[in-house]
């Protein structure tokens, strides 16, 4: 089944405690990005990734860090979580080139929602 | 910088009966993407439908379907014969056509309730 996976599903953690949340796709897609999803401020991208080893900032960058050492793999770093990085984040994949038809849409994981105390 | 705006935070429509959620868009580009996610209680985002800007034929995927007004800059989404499991969160998206990142920028959401 194709599908973007993101492990783990709900995290409770403390300021200050490096955490990873992974995402993984199973659909060769060469694009990847993060989202956040707040209460008022709708879905903002923080990372994205147009293939391996080429990453670059979205809109929100501040206090996180991604790699995309496999074309399948692209995982969100926060080396100091802060309580306004409490959120609901989504990883997201796509074909990326757009050329075949549908290539351009986005396929979401279930999201991960995180509480940083 | 594109903007999405969808102006009703919340709607209603009661079970069988059709109703319409609206989006509009600013850009200055002539080429791009639009989509209608929806987030149910789950939260996942799930692709409603999605409309390519330089076709003219209005996108349809079974009972949803789209009335895309491209001069307009507007991109409403149309549901029929609505169902309990349509209640969810409904965002608009726009995705440019260019450049290296395909970012998707979401409007606020539409919060629509289906009554039986």
């Known amino acids: 089944e194709a599908q973007v996976t993101q492990n783990p599903r709900y995290l409770i953690t403390v300021t200050g405690k490096k955490l990873t949340v992974t995402c993984s796709q199973n659909m060769n897609h060469e694009y990847m990005s993060w989202y956040r999803q707040d209460p008022g401020l709708g879905l903002r991208q923080i990372y994205y990734?147009?293939?391996?080893?080429?990453?670059d900032k979205g809109d929100v960058p501040e206090g996180y860090k991604v790699s995309r050492k496999e074309k399948r793999n692209f995982p969100l770093i926060l080396e100091s979580p802060s309580p306004n990085q409490t959120s609901l984040y989504f990883c997201?994949?796509?074909?990326?080139?757009?050329?075949?038809?549908?290539?351009?849409?986005?396929?979401f994981g279930p999201g991960t929602r995180l509480l940083v105390l | 910088a594109q903007t999405v705006t969808q102006s009703q935070p919340e709607m209603s429509v009661q079970e069988a009966e059709t109703v319409t959620l609206s989006c509009t868009y600013d850009t200055s580009e002539s080429d791009y993407y639009l989509f209608w996610y929806k987030q149910p209680p789950s939260r996942q985002m799930i692709l409603v439908i999605r409309q390519e800007a330089y076709k003219q034929q209005n996108a349809t995927e079974n009972r949803f379907s789209v009335n895309f007004q491209k001069a307009a800059k507007s991109f409403s989404l149309k549901i029929s014969d609505s169902q309990l499991g349509d209640a969810a969160m409904y965002f608009c998206a726009y995705r440019t056509s260019f450049g290296s990142n395909y970012k998707l920028t979401f409007g606020k959401g539409t919060l629509l309730t289906v009554n039986p």
């Open positions: 990734s147009m293939n391996v080893e080429v990453t």
């Open positions: 997201a994949s796509s074909l990326g080139r757009g050329l075949a038809s549908g290539g351009e849409t986005q396929y």
